[in-house]
């Protein structure tokens, strides 16, 4: 089985700035694409940033230029640093991989549990 697990959420002021981290753990063979999602109140859950294996990269238009997502192969790792952060930007944030393991057929998605970004003054 595979885990994926986030951090780095917390509260901060319009126009701070955050790093979510997620980690993946268990038999896992290879991680194609990495991504963050994220859900607001009331809203429907929304594609944040992607990355791929070969490290392309695309972001909500909400997003872009204030977000950066980047990945650590060998940790099997995925960051989001999030800067010039606006309410708006108020969500659950998950991380999300496809996942290759060595029981597997195929790859799979795995979710993580979410972790809460609250941006307020």
């Known amino acids: 089985q595979v885990q994926l697990v986030e951090s780095g959420g917390g509260l901060v002021q319009p126009g701070g700035s955050l790093r979510l981290s997620c980690v993946a753990s268990?038999?896992?063979?290879?991680?194609?694409?990495m991504g963050w999602y994220r859900q607001a109140p009331g809203k429907e859950r929304e594609l944040v940033a992607r990355?791929?294996?070969?490290?392309?990269?695309n972001y909500a238009d909400s997003v872009k230029g204030r977000f950066i997502i980047s990945r650590d192969n060998a940790k099997n790792t995925v960051y989001l640093q999030m800067n010039r952060l606006k309410p708006e930007d108020t969500a659950v944030y998950y991380c999300?991989?496809?996942?290759?393991?060595?029981?597997?057929?195929?790859?799979?998605?795995?979710w993580g549990l979410g972790t809460l970004v609250t941006v307020s003054s």
């Open positions: 999300n991989a496809n996942v290759r393991t060595v029981a597997a057929l195929r790859s799979f998605e795995v």
């Open positions: 990355i791929t294996s070969e490290d392309s990269t």
């Open positions: 268990g038999s896992i063979l290879s991680i194609n694409a």
